[in-house]
């Protein structure tokens, strides 16, 4: 029996790569000669770098750039096996996993560290990126990026604004004289985690980027080759942190389970939360989705658990399965 399991990873918790590994282990205990094939997933936000560079035996680039509220943060990026491509997150520069509970304030955030991320990937010669913008901290429309990478944002009365979302809305021109010329040579694909636009038609990424919006998992199940991997599968599991009405609108486990809808293969969803909605997810080829929360906790305290509740879980689903599969009509 081969099983495949593709989760995203759930936010704040645990890695696409734990997910998997937990999942597998529940599994495994009671089904423990069936053949696991782990995909770790992303469609866009945490977790798209170690995706893609997995898939294509590539490596990390690490550097030091600027955070979303100004502070200095090892941040880092993904050269594919080729060499010819690289993979941004904007998490990885300014997410909000870089900034404490207290001090979230997307009006004074910044995407600065992402154009200094770009700006590394070009000083390297790269002309293909991909960049993954879910996750974020920011709201700045792309302001702090493009200034990295030369764009000068002006007022009213011509005086240069600072990068962040509290400015945006005081952006009367954009100056591009001194925009890095190198980024006319690129293709950039811009990795989003739901289907609604970066910004408005004229806004900061629009007029310097040039670049062409997909859904991040669309470019991440290429990659992973997830559809080789469930021809003949008995079962697919995947899950995110959250799976919720939103679900639908272009996230992991719904692109995981419209590969595995093409073989007529079951899909189980698991989740930390179950929010709003989640009966939508059944037209899109989720059967059946789960919550790994075993009782009401304290956020901190549900986070530090993710781990342990996502093997119990999967082993309880995995007993539900086993049972089934002896009940006799």
Do not use: W
Not at 96 to 120: D, Y
């Amino acid at each position: 029996m081969k099983i495949v399991i593709a989760p995203d990873s759930f936010k704040e918790s645990l890695s696409a790569e734990k997910c998997c590994q937990a999942i597998k282990a529940g599994f495994s205990t009671v089904f423990p000669d069936a053949h696991y094939i782990c995909l770790p997933i992303a469609d866009g936000g945490e977790g798209t770098v170690d995706a893609m560079v997995a898939a294509t035996g590539g490596n990390i680039v690490t550097l030091e750039v600027c955070g979303p509220i100004g502070e200095k943060v090892n941040a880092f990026y993904g050269l594919t096996g080729d060499g010819k491509t690289v993979v941004i997150e904007m998490a990885a520069a300014s997410g909000l996993m870089l900034v404490a509970p207290e001090k979230r304030n997307p009006l004074l955030a910044s995407s600065f560290g992402t154009g200094e991320l770009i700006r590394h990937a070009l000083d390297n010669g790269i002309r293909h990126i991909i960049l993954g913008i879910g996750g974020s901290a920011t709201v700045d429309g792309g302001m702090g990026m493009a200034q990295a990478l030369g764009v000068r944002f002006l007022d009213a009365d011509g005086q240069v604004l600072a990068a962040n979302g509290g400015n945006l809305a005081r952006v009367a021109s954009i100056e591009m004289d001194e925009c890095d010329p190198r980024l006319a040579n690129c293709h950039i694909e811009v990795a989003c985690d739901v289907d609604n636009p970066l910004v408005g038609p004229r806004g900061a990424a629009a007029v310097f980027l040039n670049a062409e919006i997909k859904p991040g998992i669309e470019i991440v199940l290429r990659a992973v080759n997830l559809e080789q991997a469930v021809q003949g599968a008995a079962l697919v599991i995947t899950g995110e942190g959250r799976i919720d009405s939103q679900t639908a609108g272009g996230k992991a486990p719904l692109g995981v389970a419209s590969v595995a809808k093409q073989f007529n293969v079951p899909v189980i969803g698991i989740a930390g939360v179950l929010g709003d909605g989640v009966e939508v997810v059944h037209q899109y080829g989720i059967d059946a989705v789960f919550s790994i929360l075993p009782r009401l906790a304290p956020l901190a305290e549900v986070l530090a658990s993710g781990e342990t509740n996502l093997f119990n879980s999967a082993r309880n689903i995995a007993c539900a399965i086993k049972i089934g599969q002896g009940i006799k009509n």
